[in-house]
């Protein structure tokens, strides 16, 4: 009998503002690396919740979502096995005297030619793979993902 693969659940959100996305650069086991925000779906939330959340946590930016890019798998350097639901937003406004994940060093807006070139501080090719695929086939609507609690 086979064992159960049990991937880790995340979420990443693509905001987008002025030909910008945003990122953070964060502290993680592998060094500091640059990822768009992002983290773990938590019980009791939906995605889209949870997108909504990580965002505001490591960025302090309240967004709305606006269309689900893709659900990807990412095998890790130590073994973890990830899928990644991505989401397309637009920022709402920022947040003053917001206290950001504790990992959190800078919160950066770049361009994809700005990302290229810090490639080697990626935390995942994810993180270019899905803004390609979010820069040339655009987003889905919401609903594809929109399930309750």
């Given at each position: 009998m086979t064992a159960v693969w049990s991937p880790r659940v995340t979420v990443a959100t693509l905001v987008e503002r002025n030909s910008s996305f945003l990122f953070v650069r964060e502290h993680t086991e592998q060094g500091v690396r640059i990822n768009q925000p992002a983290g773990h779906w938590e019980a009791n939330e939906s995605l889209l919740d949870a997108a909504?959340?990580?965002?505001?946590?490591?960025?302090?930016w309240d967004v709305t979502l606006t269309g689900f890019v893709s659900a990807a798998t990412f095998a890790a350097p130590d073994g973890n096995a990830y899928l990644r639901f991505t989401f397309v937003a637009s920022p709402m406004g920022k947040r003053a005297n917001v206290s950001l994940d504790p990992e959190i060093l800078e919160v950066l807006w770049l361009t994809r030619g700005e990302l290229e070139l810090l490639k080697d501080q990626w935390r995942s090719p994810l993180v270019g793979e899905v803004l390609d695929q979010y820069l040339s086939m655009g987003a889905q609507p919401l609903e594809l993902v929109s399930l309750g609690r």
């Open positions: 909504k959340r990580e965002t505001l946590e490591e960025t302090g």
